[in-house]
């Protein structure tokens, strides 16, 4: 990498110390070159930084996803409790709560946090979806 950007920095020099006389076209195609090569240097040379994890702050993560977990456990319970739910959905809702998180905590473990949020073909419908069915009371 240093290598690299000792050849970068020459390149640099003789885009803006030209050894020869040259018209102003040329000087401006040689200070926009300069300038695309100051900032792609300043890109590649922050990329490293922006790449790093901060795994105190992952553990963290962790554990709350862990206590959301539980804690949409027990909601699901109380949805049983008051006849909301029948157990066998709800075993189903929490086995595939526990999956996801097995597969969250494992994905943490592996320095990677991908978010939450719906994601495409999971199923949801929004609500001002014609075709989802409507309640009636």
């Keep these: 990498m240093f290598n ?34 100051a900032l792609a240097l300043l890109v590649l040379s922050a990329v490293p930084a922006f790449g790093a994890v901060d795994q105190g702050k992952l553990k963290e993560i962790k554990a709350l996803t862990q206590q959301m977990s539980s804690i949409k456990a027990q909601i699901i319970d109380k949805e049983v409790e008051a006849g909301i739910l029948d157990q066998s959905k709800a075993k189903k809702i929490k086995n595939a709560m526990q999956e996801r998180q097995q597969r969250i905590e494992q994905d943490i473990d592996k320095g990677e946090f991908h978010g939450f949020g719906h994601k495409k073909g999971c199923g949801h419908k929004h609500s001002n979806d014609s075709t989802s069915p409507q309640k009636t009371e």
């Design 4 to 37: 690299h950007v000792i050849g970068t920095l020459q390149l640099g020099i003789l885009i803006m110390f030209p050894t020869n006389k040259m018209n102003e076209e040329d000087w401006q195609m040689r200070k926009l070159a300069a300038s695309v090569l």
